[in-house]
């Protein structure tokens, strides 16, 4: 098993540009969750997804939209980048709720210039 | 608003000894406590948890205490070792609902031989 896989690791984005977030797993779960952490923050909530079809805002959704077409992807899409969302972007996933251990991938590191 | 605080930025504890990490939460709906550890270039990876009927959970060299009247949990590393070397991250929700959990700003624990 791969686990959490997350693409790229590293991209530099222009001010206003859009870009897409990929985050596949292949452990079946059916909760997916995507997080930020900026430098010595913790890691904040954007968007997560209990299955297929089904997604709701987390702690900081703004300038950012998700999809849930199959139980393995969950993409981050942000649109119109600012330099706000330089970050390091986190996907995790889970079997259920918040008791259910969240796995999460590598990581993509976000620098909007 | 931070609710769940980490006031240590960083410790460092001899190889051997006992490491503890505190972390201070200001929500007293917070009914479930997990901490997780994270090395460079990776995502965080689940440690331990504790629900608030209990006081305390212990897995192996891992102990974490949780006092609810202080509203107060910490993590005690017994002995320390140099793969502990990494950030911790304590986090709490308040039920099952998966937008509800958020992370403290991680402690860095450095284990010196």
């Known amino acids: 098993n791969a686990g959490v896989t997350q693409t790229p690791k590293f991209h530099i984005l222009k001010i206003g540009q859009s870009m897409t977030l990929q985050c596949t797993q292949d452990m079946n779960h059916n909760y997916m969750y995507w997080y930020r952490q900026d430098p010595g923050m913790g890691l904040k909530l954007i968007y997560y997804s209990v299955g297929a079809g089904i997604t709701d805002k987390g702690e900081v959704p703004n300038g950012y939209n998700v999809s849930r077409s199959t139980t393995e992807d969950f993409p981050l899409r942000l649109e119109l980048a600012a330099p706000s969302q330089t970050s390091v972007y986190f996907c995790a996933s889970s079997n259920g709720g918040i008791q259910e251990t969240q796995y999460f991938g590598p990581g993509t590191r976000l620098l909007v210039l | 608003d931070q609710q769940v605080k980490q006031n240590s930025p960083s410790l460092s504890v001899q190889e051997g000894r006992i490491s503890i990490l505190n972390c201070d939460y200001t929500?007293?709906?917070?009914?479930?406590f997990l901490w997780y550890k994270k090395y460079p270039a990776e995502g965080p990876t689940f440690l331990i948890s504790i629900s608030s009927i209990k006081d305390k959970n212990e897995d192996g060299r891992f102990t974490v205490f949780l006092n609810k009247s202080a509203k107060h949990l910490s993590l005690h590393i017994v002995p320390s070792q140099p793969g502990d070397s990494a950030v911790y991250f304590c986090a709490a929700s308040a039920g099952s609902s998966a937008s509800k959990i958020i992370f403290g700003s991680g402690t860095r624990l450095s284990i010196r031989p």
């Open positions: 929500n007293s709906m917070f009914d479930y």
